[in-house]
Every structure is written in structure tokens, then in C-alpha cells.
């Protein structure tokens, strides 16, 4: 099979921080990753930047696009419209449609769908305006996000606040750096484990539960801040390791497993994602869902969850494309024997 990897890359930030950009460029490195796992598999594979004016004309060059572009040149919004001008072309590619990128990237719905559908997720306030005042009921300690970014954007080592003088700060600072509202929750500070899942409907499944284990001074608080993430020197990415599997009583293991199903299916994500959720004692919070999640093969959850699950690199990469095509099996037109 004829397959494009749609990937993209950030030159400049035009809004937060000038490091934001490392978040956004490790998809050139997936990409390669993706390329030789399925090549091996004896596929057909070239890397495509993307260009939104282009994506129409893939069709005639490839039967199938593995879609791990984020954006288009410094712009993560336009995530959702590639997504869209592929499904406006019928171009068969893997991952979540335009309504689930756009859906997940406003940390605002989620929350909101996440309260329709009676997932527990925790208290939350939006600010679109610098505050002046801060009212006397807010319950601290609090974590400020910006509310549409991803990849841990925004969220340092002074998100979580603990009185009204650091709220007023951190929010404020959102808004002025990243031209977005601030996202205010309830600051759940315990145990952070991640649920991927693979496949789609009733063949949808959830890997391994992985979980970070904080390992961090105590001064520093238990959360995955952008360090934790991408600044591979930090003391926050070496005191945030990945465990897998997640070593829960069965009763967490099986709320985890059945709240990253229900967020998956009311989400709209397919082919595979990634939920992750905060315990606290008995109580488990679901945070967010990541459509397309990292699956790049040096230290990703979902990865390090489909390795516990008996998918080494090449074959969990093939088989999201398996299911993928599964899914577009009416509208694949092979013309390569693979």
C-alpha cells in the first residue's frame, strides 16, 4: 500500500514560549520512526509535509495517509482543518476526524462532555479576562491551564497556586502569553495514570494502564509540567518516569478502564488515543483526552502501554493503520499488492 506520513514543523511561536516550539517539532522524528515501521511491513512510504491547499491532490499519489501533522507552519489550530480537508477529499488516513481534534483541544467542551456523560472530572473555572478580583470561595490549591493547548503548553512549576495573589498572577499570565482563556481546576494531587486505547467501537480496547511515578523534590509539586515532558536536562523530566504496567487495586483499574472508554467513544476519537486521569484515594478524575496521542518510540505512554501489551514498535504502528483501514475498508482501493 501507498502510504503518506502528513507531518508538520514550527519554525516560530507567535504566542506563549519560544521552547513551546519543542513540543510541537518531535513529529519529524515520529515520522521517521513511522516510516521504517512500515516499510518493513513492505508498504510504500514518503514523508509529506503538510500543505492545506495540497492535501486534495494526495489521493492521487498515495491510498492511504498516516496523519500525524499537528498544525499547519506555527499554527497548532489548524490541527482540526487537515483532518477536514482530508475527510473532504475521501482520503482514507488514521486517527481522529476534524470534530475530535477540535473538540479535545478546547479543554472547555471536554469538560463539559465529560459532565454530560457523567465521567468525574474535576471542578473547574473559566477566565476569559485578566482578574482583578478573586472571589473568596475558590477552594486551593488550584492548577491554571491555558485552555486550547496540548503537550503540556503553559502548564510550569507556578500552575498550581495556592492562594488568590497566585491565581490572579498565573491567570493573567495565560491570557497576556497565550492569547487564549485560563483554565482553573480543582488541583487533584495524587496518583497520574494513563489509559491508551486501540481500535474502534466494540473492537476498541485499553492497553496496559500506564502510570508517571513523581519522583521530584518536595518543593516541586506532582504534576507532568512542560519540563517534565520535553526538557530531557530538567530535573522534572528525569523525577516523571513512566510505569507500565500500573500497579492498582481492581477496583481503580476497572473505573480507570471503563472512564477512558466512555470519554473515548463520547470524544469521537478513533483508531487509538490517550486519557488521562488523576486518582485521588478511591476517586479517579478524568483530565483530558488525546486524540493522535504521542507515539513516538522514545519514551511515549501509549507505546510503553502497547509494549506491556505484546506490540513491539513496528507492530503496534501497523496495526493502527490495520485498524484504520478497517474502518475505510468501503472507500481502500488497493493498487499495490502489500
Not at 503518506?4 to 516550539?21: C, H, M, P, S
Request: aromatic residues 8%; hydrophobic residues 40%.
Amino acid at each position: 500500500m501507498r502510504i503518506g506520513i502528513l507531518y508538520n514543523l514550527v519554525d516560530k511561536v507567535d504566542r506563549g514560549k519560544e521552547d513551546d516550539k519543542l513540543a510541537d517539532n518531535e513529529v519529524l522524528e515520529t515520522a521517521g520512526a513511522v516510516k521504517a515501521a512500515l516499510e518493513r511491513k513492505g508498504h510504500q512510504v514518503s514523508l509529506v509535509k503538510v500543505e492545506l491547499d495540497k492535501i486534495k491532490s494526495l489521493k492521487n499519489d498515495y491510498d492511504f495517509i498516516f496523519n500525524l501533522a499537528e498544525g499547519i507552519d506555527n499554527d497548532h489550530f489548524a490541527e482540526p482543518m487537515i483532518a477536514a480537508e482530508l475527510r473532504k477529499a475521501r482520503m482514507p488516513f488514521s486517527g481522529a476526524d476534524d470534530y475530535a481534534l477540535a473538540l479535545c483541544m478546547n479543554k472547555i467542551k471536554t469538560k463539559r462532555l465529560f459532565q454530560k456523560n457523567n465521567i468525574p472530572t474535576p471542578e473547574y473555572k473559566v477566565f476569559k479576562k485578566p482578574i482583578m478580583r478573586v472571589r473568596k470561595n475558590m477552594g486551593f490549591p488550584l492548577i491554571v491551564k491555558p485552555a486550547y493547548e496540548d503537550g503540556s503548553i503553559g502548564i510550569d512549576l507556578d500552575s498550581i497556586v495556592n492562594d488568590s495573589s497566585q491565581l490572579k498572577k498565573k491567570v493573567n499570565e495565560i491570557i497576556a502569553s497565550y492569547k487564549q482563556p485560563a483554565l482553573v481546576e480543582r488541583f487533584i494531587d495524587g496518583r497520574e495514570v494513563n489509559a491508551g486505547i486501540i481500535g474502534n467501537k466494540e473492537g476498541a480496547y485499553v492497553l496496559p494502564l500506564s502510570e508517571i511515578m513523581f519522583e521530584l523534590p518536595e518543593s516541586m509539586p506532582r504534576i507532568v509540567s512542560f519540563s517534565a515532558k520535553w526538557m530531557e536536562d530538567s530535573p522534572q523530566y528525569k523525577g516523571t518516569i513512566g510505569k507500565c504496567p500500573a500497579e492498582l487495586p481492581k477496583h481503580l483499574h476497572e473505573k480507570i478502564t471503563e472512564a477512558a472508554k466512555k470519554a473515548f467513544k463520547a470524544t469521537g476519537c478513533r483508531d487509538y488515543a490517550r486519557v488521562d486521569f488523576r486518582i485521588n484515594e478511591d476517586e479517579v478524575y478524568a483530565i483530558e483526552v488525546n486524540p493522535n496521542p504521542c507515539i513516538n518510540p522514545n519514551g511515549a505512554g501509549f507505546i510503553r502501554s502497547a509494549g506491556v501489551a505484546g506490540y513491539d514498535y513496528d507492530s503496534v504502528i501497523n496495526k493502527i493503520v490495520e485498524v484504520a483501514v478497517e474502518r475505510h475498508k468501503k472507500k481502500i482501493i488497493l493498487k499495490n499488492n502489500c
